[in-house]
């Protein structure tokens, strides 16, 4: 593991604003719309976390990611991955901080910088039969450890929250861990479980939510979308208001001779208090809070079924956005320093197996794309590669994973030309 001085951190904002494409890309072939070049290379295949974390640190230069020796399968108990940072002021150079035994193709181990810090780095890993958080010291070399995992983490850094990372392993397979089975598998909705709050300083764990608490909320949205008494509950994504006071989680369940899960979205005060079911209708997919009262995100709703939505928290408010243009699920966040009127998304492969990354302007509905990455057919199901774009903090700059050129890595897309135009 290698150190970094607290000079050598901050000290990169001017080496990352000198933003220099990769000449060795195919340019134009693939439809790259902006400068752009790969920032992690073979034959070890990277990664980085989910798109709505902190992967850039406060100078933008310093992109967290995960590395691994293979593809195309689940991962074991077994199989270990490494986590690490890829300096872009010093010729793409990656720091290895660590590594994970517990960790998914889609979201990683959680790998996120700590809000609030300039060196902490924060990601999930295994130890003694239990799933714990690493916290590391990229300034000193010194890593901590916590005995819980974690999911999200409030804005001041001090506060985390969790599902059953052991029953998403069973339920929604790509975004639990393995190695740990879960000690509820056979039972629908335990009291036990669910919604964990995690005090970074002192390492407490406190279930604040259960699956049993879920259940006791009347389903109140399309009749072929309700659970039933044999239905099996999980939750599955969650994520902290920018104001660290609500908490936003998706309330999933599958019904025995049912395909497809079923899924409605709740919001809560930080003690699991004041619950409200922000939209019941049962479609609820990604999404990011735009301020401490709206959450952005695509579902189902009556107005325009499948398209993005804003939804005002406690209230019944559900406005479209872009409903004529943002017409496929995607990665969706806010572009940071444009006053929320860029959004940044993707799409999942069409057709011709392209992944499309791209920028919509709310104010003007318009969207610019920003490239065409094939996906190969092999690329599909539990360990496909979403491009789970996500801007530096500066807004200046796109992270996305693609497998474009031959196993996936991470790619680095200079945006501020059309942003702050």
């Known amino acids: 593991m290698t150190a970094i001085s607290r000079r050598h951190l901050l000290g990169g904002l001017a080496a990352a604003a000198a933003f220099q494409p990769n000449q060795t890309l195919l340019g134009h072939e693939l439809g790259f719309k902006v400068p752009l070049r790969a920032i992690t290379r073979g034959p070890r295949f990277h990664w980085r976390g989910y798109y709505d974390k902190l992967l850039f640190d406060v100078t933008n230069r310093f992109v967290l990611a995960n590395e691994v020796d293979f593809e195309g399968r689940s991962p074991t108990a077994d199989d270990a ?17 660590g590594t994970s035994h517990a960790w998914n193709w889609q979201q990683g181990c959680m790998l996120q910088w700590v809000p609030g810090t300039d060196h902490l780095v924060a990601w999930n890993d295994r130890e003694d039969g239990h799933f714990v958080t690493r916290l590391h010291d ?3 070399s010194v890593t901590t450890t916590l005995p819980h995992p974690f999911y999200c983490l409030a804005p001041a850094g001090g506060v985390a929250f969790t599902p059953d990372f052991r029953r998403l392993n069973d339920t929604r397979p790509g975004y639990g861990y393995a190695g740990i089975p879960d000690p509820n598998r056979d ?42 008494p044999d239905s099996k509950h999980w939750f599955n994504h969650l994520l902290c208001n920018p104001d660290g006071t609500r908490l936003f989680v998706l309330h999933r369940w599958q019904t025995p001779g049912d395909k497809s899960f079923r899924t409605r979205a709740l919001t809560m005060n930080f003690d699991g208090s004041d619950v409200f079911v922000i939209d019941p ?112 903090r500066d807004g200046r700059k796109v992270a996305f994973d693609s497998p474009h050129r031959g196993g996936r890595q991470v790619y680095l897309a200079d945006i501020s030309d059309i942003v702050f135009a």
């Open 187 to 228: 039972r629908l909705a335990p009291e036990d479980a669910g919604v964990w709050r995690l005090d970074f300083q002192t390492g407490r764990q406190q279930l604040i939510f259960s699956f049993a608490d879920a259940t006791k909320i009347p389903f109140r949205g399309r009749p072929e979308a309700a659970f039933g």
């Open 281 to 392: 209708w049962g479609g609820t997919s990604h999404f990011v809070w735009r301020d401490p009262r709206h959450v952005f995100a695509w579902a189902w709703h009556p107005s325009h079924e499948n398209r993005f939505y804003l939804y005002e928290d406690r209230t019944e408010r559900a406005t479209a956005v872009g409903p004529d243009v943002m017409t496929q699920n995607g990665h969706n966040t806010y572009v940071p320093g444009t006053g929320n009127e860029w959004v940044l998304n993707d799409t999942y492969p069409d057709a011709a197996t392209l992944q499309h990354p791209y920028l919509f302007h709310v104010p003007t509905n318009r969207r610019v794309p920003l490239g065409e990455f094939p996906s190969p057919l092999a690329y599909r199901g539990e360990w496909r590669c979403d491009t789970h774009p996500c801007a530096s």
């Open 138 to 140: 990229v300034q000193r």
């Open 81 to 97: 991955i490494r986590v690490g940072m890829i300096d872009t002021g010093d010729g793409d150079r990656w720091i290895e901080l």
